[in-house]
């Protein structure tokens, strides 16, 4: 069984710039739940979506988004880049969504770079 | 949204039980204790998850403290594969469920 697939792996843009990072769920899949890691802040919660629906968000501004496609694969974009957008970002694929006890399966995550 | 503390970093040797302690003397009934690890250069990985009982899986026991402000992950043979951080994680459903990961321990292993 595949695992999930985060592309592209390692990425680099400029202040100002957009972007925009992949996340295909394992097969079945429904959840899909996007977080940032950092040196500073560690692991945190963007947002998760479930069945092409935004159904819990965390506290990041507006510049950052997602949506969901019907055959569950999920997209995240940042926009107008900052500097402290540089991060790993991680997405996790539930069978159900995070309002449940169900364990997450992490990708191995995209690495932004900002210059 | 409860928090957890941990210690920044332990250490173990290689074949030795390991014990991860983490303190949540702010969780609400409806939060279930949940373990994450993080290998180096990979994304978290799920360890094992508890409510009110001592929970086995086949990576790891998870001992809960009787007034469930505190929890033990207990790995029982420590390899130099465990090497990871570790995150305890209070997941309440009722609340959306979402994932709040504390700085978490960073468990070396020795051989």
């Known amino acids: 069984k595949a695992g999930v697939t985060q592309t592209p792996r390692y990425l680099i843009k400029t202040r100002g710039q957009q972007v925009t990072l992949s996340c295909s769920p394992i097969?079945?899949?429904?959840?899909v739940s996007w977080y940032q890691q950092t040196p500073g802040q560690g692991l945190q919660f963007l947002f998760e979506?479930?069945?092409?629906?935004?159904?819990n968000k965390g506290n990041f501004p507006g510049r950052f988004s997602g949506r969901q496609f019907s055959n569950s694969r999920s997209e995240m974009n940042v926009s107008t880049l900052e500097l402290g957008d540089s991060a790993l970002y991680l997405c996790?694929?539930?069978?159900?969504?995070?309002?449940?006890?169900?364990?997450?399966?992490f990708g191995e995550g995209s690495r932004l770079t900002v210059l | 949204d409860a928090k957890t503390t941990q210690p920044n970093s332990m250490e173990s040797n290689e074949e030795e039980p390991v014990h991860l302690p983490c303190n949540h003397s702010?969780?609400?009934?409806?939060?279930?204790i949940h373990w994450y690890r993080q290998l180096p250069s990979q994304g978290p990985e799920y360890v094992i998850h508890?409510?009110?009982s001592n929970v086995n899986n086949r990576m790891a026991s998870l001992a809960i403290a009787e007034d469930r402000k505190s929890s033990t992950l207990i790995l029982h043979r420590a390899t130099l594969r465990d090497a990871a951080v570790y995150y305890c994680?209070?997941?309440?459903?009722?609340?959306?469920?979402?994932?709040?990961f504390g700085q978490g321990t960073e468990l070396s292993v020795k051989p």
């Open positions: 508890g409510l009110t």
């Open positions: 702010t969780i609400s009934g409806t939060d279930y």
């Open positions: 996790a694929s539930g069978s159900m969504g995070l309002a449940t006890r169900g364990e997450l399966f």
């Open positions: 979506y479930f069945s092409e629906t935004q159904r």
């Open positions: 994680i209070l997941k309440n459903d009722n609340q959306g469920g979402k994932l709040i």
């Open positions: 097969s079945g899949h429904r959840s």
